[in-house]
């Protein structure tokens, strides 16, 4: 499974953007997808996961703010991103896990810079 992430950029704080993941190889539809970010400095941390039963969950800092959404056709994942802070300025990493094999895969990160 390969992850690419695109939709990085600068972007204003109160602006609204959306990063999108597209995964090779079989089995999307079977697997939770999800975004991770890592700020500055920071650790990797969860953004939000969605899963193959469109269960949805987000960090507390995003909450109400973002959210994830899938397309099992196009095997793709977006995080739609609004009321954009500039604490969420990060590298963006997009998230597979398959359940029945126990292996995760990452893409290679996409940077959002939100300026105030």
């Known amino acids: 499974v390969q992850l690419v992430e695109s939709g990085g950029g600068l972007v204003q704080a109160g602006d609204s953007h959306t990063l999108s993941c597209v995964a090779s190889g079989s089995k999307f539809d079977i697997s939770t997808v999800g975004w991770y970010r890592q700020a500055p400095g920071g650790q990797r941390e969860l953004v939000a996961t969605q899963t193959a039963g469109d269960i949805r969950s987000y960090a507390p800092a995003v909450k109400g703010r973002f959210i994830i959404s899938r397309d099992n056709d196009k095997n793709t994942v977006e995080l739609h991103m609004n009321e954009l802070k500039v604490e969420d300025t990060a590298v963006y990493f997009c998230?597979?896990?398959?359940?029945?094999?126990?292996?995760?895969?990452w893409g290679q990160g996409t940077r959002v810079t939100v300026s105030s």
């Open positions: 998230y597979l896990y398959q359940r029945f094999s126990a292996f995760s895969f």
